[in-house]
């Protein structure tokens, strides 16, 4: 128990404010002392952590000491009992709403307490672990020797045999797939290149086969007009004759079939050698169009076997890949075993001893952390209930009594 310097009330230890008067408490009682070996001594930071002789008594109802009294339930009840006996039921009621504030201060110093100390304790966790691999990492250097340890030193050993050669097989892998990539690049440049030159053949004989089938299709328009001329002079000179003085008509229709016939003539010459040309034109256009369409089919065939190469590649290196980081996973668990094999098996060896004593350090900061929490968790269960209660109970009457005040008031 400690007294306020305020109003000189008894409080428990774990509290942080008077229950009576609300003002803070003078000093937090120090935790005693932890383990055996007396390292890790740890003293309560903040007043709701403290747990003094005098809360750990047994329960018997008598006194400890002067003006102290054993922490049970029924011994809180009799000072209670006391306490307010000596107080008017208006002073009582201000002490129960006061005491809210009390209990709210109390849980909140609490909660931060318990959480810097789960923190703590998470890291002394997170530390032991790394430590422990690092044991296990110095048992390996050191080359230290002992009958517990064999059995994981010899697997440790073909973890590793299986680590260097997925490394191996790694660089081996990494190195073809980079030679088969840049031969199939190449292959696929020559292919490309072989497609472009096909392509280009077979778009320029379409090209001269249009031009060639446009001067033939003119051609033979003109031959058509032509004849159609010659048969209309002919069929005028026909009419001529019968016509008084129409032979001058008749030889200038005549000098003008004769020169429509040489046109004629000249036209088909000129239709027969284009029909020649153009079939020898769409001969040599399909034959490139056949060549480039091989050529792109050998192009799209090589582009396909490159990526289902690199794909198969890419394959083999994540392969090798997950058996190195499986090998390195596989080592770094045996080492970690090997560490707790070695804390167990403690052996005489002067380079581990600092390890040893490190690893005891965060082992009792760990067994400390625990014993704070499970303090805050039993000093939780500690506060005055009744007198909460009835804070509560007043503040919420307080508030309605207003409530309807203020309703009342505004209805007038």
């Not at 937090?28 to 007043?47: F, H, K, V, W, Y």
């Not at 051609?219 to 004849?227: C, D, E, N, P």
């Not at 004629?264 to 020898?280: G, I």
């Not at 034109?281 to 190469?309: C, K, P």
């Amino acid at each position: 128990m400690r007294e306020c310097r305020h109003c000189t009330h008894q409080n428990a230890d774990h509290l942080a404010y008077c229950s009576t008067c609300g003002k803070r408490l003078a000093g937090a009682t120090l935790l005693p002392s932890l383990g055996s070996t007396g390292r890790g001594q740890m003293a309560a930071l903040s007043p709701t952590a403290a747990m003094s002789r005098t809360m750990l008594a047994t329960p018997g109802g008598g006194y400890t000491g002067p003006n102290t009294v054993a922490m049970t339930p029924g011994a809180l009840g009799r000072a209670n009992g006391v306490a307010t006996g000596s107080t008017s039921r208006l002073v009582w009621a201000g002490q129960s709403i006061g005491y809210i504030y009390v209990f709210m201060r109390g849980k909140i110093a609490a909660g931060e307490r318990r959480r810097r100390l789960g923190e703590e304790r998470d890291g002394a966790t997170t530390l032991l672990a790394g430590a422990i691999r690092d044991l296990g990492t110095t048992v390996l250097r050191e080359g230290v020797q002992h009958p517990d340890l064999t059995g994981l030193l010899e697997a440790i050993g073909r973890a590793e045999a299986r680590r260097e050669g997925a490394i191996a097989d790694l660089a081996a892998s990494e190195h073809q797939k980079t030679v088969e990539e840049s031969r199939l690049a190449e292959r696929e440049i020559g292919l490309e290149a072989q497609w472009k030159s096909a392509d280009g053949a077979s778009r320029e004989a379409d090209e001269h086969l249009r031009e060639v089938t446009a001067e033939s299709t003119a051609a033979l328009a003109r031959l058509r007009r032509v004849r159609d001329e010659r048969a209309r002079l002919e069929r005028d000179a026909a009419a001529a004759e019968n016509t008084p003085g129409g032979e001058a008509r008749i030889v200038h229709l005549k000098h003008e079939s004769e020169g429509l016939l040489a046109e004629a003539r000249a036209l088909e010459e000129q239709t027969s050698r284009l029909d020649v040309q153009l079939a020898d034109l769409r001969d040599r256009s399909a034959a490139l169009r056949a060549t480039s369409g091989a050529a792109r089919s050998t192009l799209d065939e090589a582009i396909a076997s490159r990526r289902q190469s690199a794909a198969a590649m890419a394959a083999s290196v994540a392969g090798h890949v997950r058996d190195r980081a499986t090998a390195e996973r596989e080592g770094a668990d045996l080492t970690e075993q090997l560490g707790r094999a070695a804390l167990q098996a403690r052996p005489a060896v002067s380079s581990l001893l600092s390890v040893f004593q490190r690893i005891e350090r965060l082992q009792e900061t760990i067994v400390d952390r625990n014993r704070e929490l499970a303090a805050l968790e039993r000093a939780a269960a500690a506060y005055d209930q009744p007198k909460l209660f009835t804070g509560v109970g007043l503040v919420t009457f307080l508030i309605a009594a207003g409530i309807a005040a203020l309703w009342w008031s505004l209805r007038r």
